[in-house]
């Protein structure tokens, strides 16, 4: 049934009147819808029925998006010349509790935010100017919530990136084989299989206590970065899974995604290739906010991560497909495999390239 939008809208504080809401943006989890409203001086909002399939505890979820959120905006004030509006994340409140979502007759949570006006948003990346603003933006905003005062956040999606617990599932999955898939698709099977070692690296690392966790966004992917119409990044937004976790995690996913010269879901295998300039100018945007702050094995190991975290997601796709696609929105039948296609092919051509990329890392921080 579709939702009454006008009748959740009117359950937040939100100023101007419902004029109109429909489906927006990319999202892959949640229902997301843009409130229009029918003043032309007041705000837009963002309405979102959210996902508890995969967010199992929403009121924690919301409390560290009500932390995260209060704390940027306290530290975006700080710099001269930020745009409130548009540098950070505003949750609207909820008229009768004052908390940041609502729930409905079906007990489903919503949450509002304000709609960023006049934003884009980039599903591939052209220039080296768009990357270089993609990780400078997500730097800082690893760097503004370095200081963020009180207990650690919620783990709103446990073991959210550690590819041992993905590779368990994987493989419970695979063993039963609940939707007859696994026959077709053992060549893929097999790539994710023969590199299982080497993806652990990064959780070797943070168990010999050579990296730290930080906190980390862990869902960098690129069309999560909003711009203004020069290309100026403005900020990070989907904060749901904003919580501990390796910098590696922020680096790799956003790699893997700018640079690919294909959409995540390109039918077109043979245009899928990572652009290494992108690359070069992502990292020289991260690194201008964060490289005072990274140890050296941190440093060395970001070359690896755009690697892990393509491996990572080919293997969450795969897992999904086996299982009959509980988890990714799918729009036709074999969506989830194209995907993993496309990650398994991104990966080769990192590994085709990787000494550049590594030397790329060295050059910048020389
Ligand atoms: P999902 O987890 O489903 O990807 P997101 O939080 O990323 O959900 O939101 C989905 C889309 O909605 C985003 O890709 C973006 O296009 C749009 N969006 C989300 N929040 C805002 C906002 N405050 N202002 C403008 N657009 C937004
Ligand atoms: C999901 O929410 P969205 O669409 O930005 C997923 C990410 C994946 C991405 C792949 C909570 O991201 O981990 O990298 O799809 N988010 C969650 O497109 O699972
Ligand atoms: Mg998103």
């Not at 006008?6 to 989890?29: L, M, V």
């Not at 652990?200 to 206590?209: M, P, Q």
């Not at 100026?232 to 989907?238: E, N, P, S, T």
Request: hydrophobic share 35%.
């Amino acid at each position: 049934m579709e939702p009454d939008l006008k009748k959740i809208f009117s359950r937040f504080k939100a100023d101007g009147t419902y004029a109109e809401g429909r489906p927006f943006g990319p999202g892959h989890i949640h229902d997301t819808y843009r409130i229009v409203t029918a003043e032309r001086d007041c705000d837009d909002y963002i309405l979102q029925r959210l996902n508890n399939n995969v967010f199992r505890d929403i009121p924690s979820l919301q409390e560290n998006m009500e932390r995260v959120t209060a704390h940027l905006r306290e530290k975006i004030s700080a710099i001269t010349g930020s745009d409130l509006k548009r540098e950070c994340l505003n949750l609207v409140p909820a008229r009768d509790s004052g908390k940041s979502y609502v729930t409905d007759e079906e007990d489903h949570y919503w949450r509002m935010f304000i709609f960023i006006p006049d934003h884009r948003s980039y599903e591939r990346v052209d220039s080296r100017h768009k990357a270089f603003e993609g990780g400078r933006i997500v730097g800082r905003f690893q760097a503004l919530l370095a200081d963020l005062p009180g207990e650690p956040l919620h783990e709103t999606i446990p073991d959210f990136h550690n590819i041992a617990r993905r590779l368990e599932t994987f493989h419970a999955v695979l063993d039963r084989d609940p939707a007859g898939r696994a026959a077709p698709v053992s060549k893929e099977i097999e790539e994710i299989i023969s590199r299982e070692e080497e993806m652990k690296t990064i959780l070797r690392l943070g168990a010999e206590g050579k990296i730290p966790l930080r906190i980390t966004h862990n869902d960098t992917k690129f069309n999560n970065i909003l711009f203004d119409s020069n290309d100026r990044a403005l900020l990070i937004i989907d904060l749901d899974t904003v919580m501990p976790g390796y910098v590696h995690y922020d680096f790799g996913d956003a790699i893997r995604t700018a640079t690919n010269r294909a959409e995540e879901d390109s039918t077109d295998l043979s245009a899928v290739s990572m652009d290494v300039e992108i690359y070069r100018a992502y990292a020289e945007g991260f690194l201008s906010e964060t490289r005072n702050t990274l140890n050296a094995t941190e440093i060395e190991y970001l070359p690896f991560a755009p690697k892990l975290l393509t491996y990572i997601m080919a293997t969450r796709f795969l897992t999904d497909y086996l299982d009959g696609d509980n988890y990714y929105k799918i729009r036709y039948q074999e969506h989830n495999l194209q995907r993993v296609r496309v990650q398994l092919t991104l990966l080769r051509d990192m590994e085709a390239q990787y000494e550049e990329m590594v030397q790329t890392v060295k050059n910048i921080v020389r």
